[in-house]
């Protein structure tokens, strides 16, 4: 491009600039020279079909020139002319004509949204065109980023998803070699792109795109990931403060927890108010069961028990109830905690983990259970538990019980044969079989 033009061009749009903003580009609006008009019209459009776009360019020049309110045909084919132009400078590695070209284009952009009024389309289509053609100039990622800036100022949650991953790389550039973000204002910038996707997600209909911005997701966490040390140190002091003003914050919760959890301190009291405040709004199976289990293991049985009832009622699959109620009766003693385990395998027969919590449950029962009257009957417990750890393949369990068994010389002394059933008592209250250790 010549500086001739580049200089009608840049007259064109301060042209534009003074122009009514309640034009809309959508009727035909001819100049006094109608007919250099239409000839000039019907010369690119001829040219733009064969994909000359050399040729298209001095005809369409002189309708931007002397005819830019003709209609918004003029800027949506002239994207294409300059993206063409921009595309063959590049193929024939002219940098100084593509850049030109591409100086071109967005002035082509600003010249529509100012005569068309339609600036929240337009910008949308300029940010991605700068960032396709300008993102690897460090001079132009300050810039670039504010495109996308004013962008989303525009359109707010509603700007097209394939901006979201150029929008987040923007930031990426902007951060690593213009280093103008502070950790900070990068963390904002992936909470607002991670805004844009969440609320895309609940509003797409199409399953393919919803598909991709459920992938979106994970990059951008990658992009972030990269950028700032999102520890957990990090989290207390950036995101913990602006938590304690608003508890009831549930992005900042989601944030909190996702951040606290890949850095393993969940052990801290700031994700577990995260993580009950994401469960007093959108209850989650993982999460009511993490609660539980964190709680569970510092002894704050109300709190554990109350999660892991709210879990049973976020799942109908049997494998995660029975896991569910093996914790439930792991705070739990005796017949009650037997019940629950007995529960998960109503649920799911083939939990064998239950079988072998009731078979803990019996071998630690000797103390409690024995009247140490009747060793046959004391050491039933053992043999009560033998069978429970048969059932769940428990084989070092099973060894250890049949140590405790009665000898064959005790179980003669207490005139019982080996084979006969015995009751067991105590609280336990089965039937097993006498068996020896040797």
């Not at 944030?255 to 009950?276: H, R, S, V, Y």
């Not at 049997?318 to 792991?330: E, F, M, N, R, V």
């Not at 629950?340 to 395998?345: G, N």
Request: aromatic share 12%.
């Amino acid at each position: 491009m010549n500086r001739i033009m580049k200089h009608f061009l840049l007259v064109a749009f301060v042209s534009a600039l003074a122009f009514s903003a309640s034009a809309q580009c959508d009727e035909w609006k001819w100049p006094e020279d109608k007919k250099t008009a239409e000839e000039k019209n019907v010369l690119y459009n001829d040219a733009l079909r064969n994909d000359d776009f050399e040729k298209a360019k001095g005809p369409h020049q002189w309708l931007l020139q002397n005819a830019p309110d003709l209609h918004s045909a003029i800027y949506i084919n002239g994207e294409k002319i300059y993206k063409g132009l921009v595309e063959a400078a590049d193929d024939a590695g002219n940098d100084d004509a593509k850049q030109n070209y591409v100086d071109s284009l967005m002035l082509i952009y600003d010249m529509r949204a100012q005569y068309c009024n339609n600036e929240a389309d337009v910008v949308l289509k300029k940010a991605y065109s700068a960032y396709r053609y300008n993102i690897k100039q460090k001079s132009q990622m300050p810039v670039i980023l504010e495109l996308f800036d004013k962008a989303y100022e525009l359109n707010g949650n509603n700007m097209d998803y394939y901006m979201i991953l150029p929008y987040m790389s923007t930031v990426q550039y902007n951060a690593k070699y213009v280093k103008n973000l502070s950790d900070t204002q990068i963390l904002d910038y992936y909470e607002r792109i991670q805004g844009i996707i969440d609320y895309q997600i609940e509003n797409k209909s199409k399953q393919s795109i919803v598909d991709k911005l459920k992938d979106y997701k994970g990059t951008v966490d990658g992009i972030l990931v990269g950028l700032v040390n999102i520890d957990c140190d990090f989290v207390r002091t950036n995101l913990g403060p602006k938590f304690q003003e608003n508890p009831n914050d549930l992005k900042l919760a989601k944030k909190i927890f996702g951040f606290m959890l890949n850095g393993k301190c969940t052990d801290d009291p700031l994700w577990l108010q995260a993580g009950e405040t994401i469960m007093a709004n959108e209850p989650d199976f993982g999460i009511a069961k993490s609660l539980g289990a964190k709680f569970k293991a510092a002894d704050e049985d109300e709190k554990a028990t109350k999660y892991f009832n709210q879990a049973l009622t976020l799942t109908e699959d049997p494998d995660k109830k029975a896991d569910i109620y093996i914790q439930l009766g792991s705070m739990k003693s005796g017949s009650a905690a037997r019940e629950l385990y007995r529960k998960a395998l109503q649920v799911d027969p083939s939990k064998s983990e239950a079988y072998s919590a009731i078979g803990y449950l019996y071998y630690s029962s000797f103390d409690q259970c024995a009247g140490k009257e009747d060793m046959i009957k004391d050491r039933a417990v053992f043999l009560a538990a033998y069978d429970m750890f048969q059932r769940a393949g428990n084989t070092k369990m099973m060894n250890s019980a049949k140590e405790q068994f009665p000898s064959k010389e005790e179980i003669f002394t207490f005139n019982y044969t080996a084979g006969d059933e015995v009751s067991v008592g105590c609280w336990i209250g089965v039937t097993t079989t006498i068996r020896s250790r040797d």
